[in-house]
């Protein structure tokens, strides 16, 4: 450059210009060739111009830069929430997109959308005109091995797999044409990581078909949800997942099947095969084994995991660590137990020794004998130091209830009080015991947790006596200064007289007014629910307590004058209303 510089400095200035590009075209044509070839910087440049541009500039790439297509196309199919894209890759002669059926489309800006009762949806069903010869799948092999990741955004309304309100979805016969080309060989070959949920109100077959072409050899990661087979699906899936022998392939296994017994068997022992597993979840209904656990304990690098156990194996786990001098679960930050009791539990969370723990779920069969002995568990979790600098998350959750009346066993201030020396941002209690705290402890949780964003303090309130001391003024205080408080269960005494004498228990008169207990579960759906969850999102406090003044459903709640409730009935209904006050007026006249 400074010889070219020194050169031409005598030069009149028009001359500058063909000397730089001389310069420009040598430097482009050889050391600029060369460090492209680097594979390291030309992944660094995608990196920056994904960043920067995002997919269309890779697309742009892949047309007009030799040098990056490969990369570029790696990047642009790594990641997918849809098989639409690969379907759309056969000759255009075999296959349509066709309006959702059942729905009312317009056609605006060359595009079909669908007028829902919210919003214009784009929403399109991918249908195969004919069966593809095998020609026809060359295009389709080469994209469908570049996936490494599939991931699809599924809509609660729509019972079709691989697709959202945004995009088409494949039609459930596809998955069929597609396991029926294929045989036996892997549609996705390098396929590492998948999130597929089973369509509620699809039909087996094909939802079989759709969950068997995810499981290809090579995947190492799988988050799983899926209900309602029969018996040779079961089998099917069971068989499939046995067949992983592998023991360094996965790292991480989340399965939710509830009442799958056989098919919870086969996640078991899948995880029981690994070596490098860092996360197993899934809610059991079987009881682990005393082998699984052992193998769970020698796993240092777990970070999250699901473990059930019963009295005997849990006795048994306690004999065989304490002639064992190693540290369990050194790195795992998320736990979920299931134990009869709390005891039990008490003592499986003593042999963890991990100090990054932050986010605990705890199940027991049987609700704790006393008050007094769930308080002391809560003592303990401040006693560890780890515990209480790291804990964000806790949710205890008995699955009966206590006897009506029985003594010691009812949530005061004082049994709660050790959580207030956590930083929480979620709490899930449902002990099994009913709730007698005020308006203070609301207070006090806000001073403590600024930052919660759940809590959830709901114990089945028909089946208890005492009346619930907390007013909907201290609600709104919680609310306004918890910012980030976008979820909220609890009982709560909607009346305005407060200061007068209330009965203890409900009255005749309590089921003809508004003077009685309310679950409060505010949100846009009155019947939405997660089965995780006491109560359900609501995005703005003062609008959905403003339609909950509004509401024309009434929503009564049977409260029962004896006998056992049903524990169940409370967790499907607990997002009913029956507001018969004008709760945006308190909402505005709070402070």
């Known amino acids: 450059m400074a010889a070219i510089s020194n050169s031409s400095s005598s030069r009149p200035n028009e001359d500058y210009g063909r000397d730089i590009n001389a310069v420009a075209q040598t430097f482009s044509t050889s050391a600029v060739a060369r460090c492209l070839k680097i594979p390291e910087l030309q992944q660094m440049i995608l990196e920056i111009l994904h960043d920067e541009s995002g997919l269309a500039i890779l697309a742009v790439l892949v047309r007009t830069a030799r040098c990056f297509q490969e990369l570029a196309l790696d990047k642009l199919w790594g990641h997918q929430t849809s098989l639409v894209p690969l379907i759309q890759c056969l000759p255009p002669h075999l296959w349509t997109n066709v309006r959702w059926p059942g729905t009312r489309a317009v056609v605006c800006e060359r595009a079909w959308v669908v007028c829902g ?51 088409s979805v494949l039609s459930p016969d ?17 396929l590492d990581s998948f999130r597929w949920e089973q369509n509620t109100g699809g039909e087996e077959e094909y939802d079989l078909a ?54 919870q068997k086969a996640v078991l022992d899948l995880g029981a095969r690994q070596h490098q597993l860092r996360c197993l979840q899934c809610a059991w209904d079987i009881a682990m084994p005393l082998g699984p656990l052992n193998h ?222 309310f679950v409060l579960g505010v949100g846009a759906s009155w019947s939405e629910y997660k089965p995780s969850s006491l109560g359900i999102p609501c995005d703005d406090v003062q609008t959905a307590w403003d339609r909950a003044g509004k509401i024309t459903r009434p929503g009564q709640w049977d409260v029962e004058r004896g006998g056992s409730a049903s524990w169940r009935d409370f967790i499907t209904r607990r997002t009913e209303f029956n507001f018969e006050r004008d709760f945006a007026a308190w909402f505005s006249s709070s402070p």
């Open 117 to 167: 009762a919210e919003s214009l949806t784009d929403m399109f069903v991918q249908e195969l005109l004919g069966d593809p010869r095998p020609e026809d799948w060359i295009r389709v092999k080469f994209y469908a091995s570049r996936i490494r990741t599939l991931s699809p955004k599924l809509d609660s309304n729509s019972p079709i797999t691989g697709g959202n309100r945004k995009e």
């Open 174 to 190: 596809v998955f069929i044409t597609l396991r029926n080309a294929l045989g036996s060989e892997p549609f996705l070959p390098n």
């Open 210 to 263: 759709a969950f068997l072409i995810m499981l290809n050899p090579r995947v190492s990661s799988m988050d799983v949800v899926m209900t309602g087979w029969s018996t040779n699906a079961e089998r099917t899936i069971a068989s499939t997942l046995n067949a992983y022998r592998n023991p360094l392939q996965f790292r991480s296994i989340k399965f939710e099947c509830p009442g799958s017994l056989r098919i």
């Open 296 to 517: 769970f304990l020698s796993i240092h690098q777990l970070e999250q995991i699901s473990i059930r156990v019963d009295r005997r194996t849990t006795l048994a786990l306690m004999k065989s660590t304490d002639t064992r001098p190693f540290t369990f679960f050194p790195f795992l930050r998320i736990l979920s137990l299931h134990t009869d009791t709390l005891d039990l539990c008490h003592q499986l969370l003593g042999i963890v020794q991990s100090s990054a723990l932050e986010d605990l779920s705890i199940v027991v069969n049987r609700p704790p004998l006393a008050a007094t002995a769930l308080q002391g568990f809560f003592s303990g979790l401040i006693e560890n130091n780890d515990l209480r600098d790291r804990l964000e998350k806790l949710r205890f959750v008995s699955k009966t209830p206590c006897e009506r009346g029985a003594p010691g066993q009812v949530v005061t201030t004082e049994t709660l009080e050790p959580l207030l020396y956590l930083s929480l941002i979620a709490l899930q209690l449902e002990p099994g015991m009913p709730f007698d705290i005020d308006n203070d402890l609301m207070q006090r949780m806000a001073d403590a947790w600024p930052s919660i964003s759940t809590l959830e303090l709901g114990a089945e309130w028909r089946r208890y006596g005492p009346r619930p001391r907390i007013t909907l003024r201290s609600l709104v205080s919680l609310v306004r200064r918890c910012k980030d408080l976008t979820q909220l269960a609890l009982t709560f005494d909607p009346d305005a007289r407060t200061s007068e004498a209330q009965p203890d228990g409900p009255t005749d008169q309590d089921l003809s007014n508004a003077n009685r207990r």
